[in-house]
């Protein structure tokens, strides 16, 4: 059975009111039988595709230095920064456009619980982020981004990645400029060719950041994240995810930096019984030509523990890049 329907078909007044608003972002989930054979091959696929595009987004963002005028960077900007805000008046730039692309190598390409794959990808992300000061210490934001990722060997895994979303920060000098935020979220997957849909989820998404600034050299981070479903399809992919994210950067030398990144997230299903606990370990380090471009390299784990043995799995990732973006 086919479960890709075009785009037009499947929603096409959701497609059309998202490709004209230009900045509107979201951030999986499968019934399975006892035996592994009995899991649908579509369904299988659909729910790795979710959970390699929401693990190597925050991943490959872990590559590369944060550009010096934006906050200390967040863990909770995996889903495209909150956090640029704490620079002067008369420097601050809202307007960003961003691109890098990647190479990586991964154990376990299918994101399976046995039976893993190696390969090579290659992943390409670009798009534009607003982020204007409203009043005071309330910012607007609004993002688009595309990703790309091109398998090697099993190119049946290759898959386009759409987020368009747009929500409010605000900073709490007062607290150590502790900041809160609220956005709505909408993603998109397709196949590689993008002519029939693999995923479609729209989100609320609701946070807070803490950075810990020890010194100009290094500082660490702690944010709590949750994405709250709307709606989405197919309804077996659709899921919540509520998270606890930490982070420690230090500059090694005024080019070279280095982060560790943590996440521990549940994800709760609410169209099916599954809930899948998911740990996420990445260390990167950083070259920084200048605050246009950087290069970056980073090895990764992910781990996921699900009451459906089948989604049970891990996989190591490294990878490097290169990245570049400008602000006006």
Do not use: C
Not at 261 to 271: K, R, S, V
């Amino acid at each position: 059975m086919n479960f890709k329907p075009s785009l037009m078909a499947r929603h096409p007044t959701q497609y059309v009111a998202i490709m004209l608003a230009g900045l509107l972002l979201a951030p999986l989930a499968v019934t399975t039988a006892s035996a592994q054979s009995q899991v649908p091959v579509q369904m299988s696929a659909t729910d790795a595709d979710v959970a390699r595009r929401d693990m190597m987004g925050t991943i490959t963002r872990q590559l590369f230095a944060q550009d010096p005028d934006y906050a200390p960077p967040s863990p909770a900007d995996a889903d495209l920064g909150e956090q640029r805000l704490l620079v002067p008046n008369d420097r601050y730039k809202a307007f960003t456009l961003f691109s890098n692309v990647s190479e990586f190598y991964t154990s376990n390409a299918g994101l399976t619980n046995g039976g893993a794959q190696s390969d090579w990808f290659t992943a390409m992300q670009f798009g534009a982020s607003w982020v204007p000061r409203i009043t005071g210490n309330l910012y607007g934001e609004a993002t688009a981004l595309q990703q790309l990722y091109r398998y090697a060997t099993y190119n049946g895994y290759s898959f386009n990645s759409l987020d368009l979303g747009a929500g409010l920060i605000y900073l709490f000098r007062e607290l150590q400029d502790l900041s809160a935020f609220a956005r709505y979220n909408y993603n998109l997957l397709t196949d590689a060719g993008s002519d029939s849909s693999l995923f479609y989820q729209q989100t609320i998404r609701l946070g807070l950041n803490k950075p810990f600034v020890f010194s100009r050299a290094h500082m660490a981070t702690l944010g709590l994240a949750s994405d709250i479903n709307l709606n989405g399809y197919p309804s077996y992919a659709v899921r919540n995810r509520f998270a606890v994210l930490a982070g420690y950067q230090v500059n090694l030398t005024r080019r070279l930096q280095a982060n560790l990144f943590y996440q521990l997230a549940y994800f709760p299903f609410p169209e099916i019984n599954r809930n899948d606990w998911n740990q996420v370990l990445s260390f990167g380090l950083a070259w920084i030509f200048s605050p246009r471009f950087s290069v970056g390299a980073s090895v990764s784990s992910s781990f996921n523990d699900s009451n459906e043995n089948f989604y049970d799995y891990s996989v190591l990732n490294t990878g490097a890049g290169i990245s570049a973006n400008y602000k006006f």
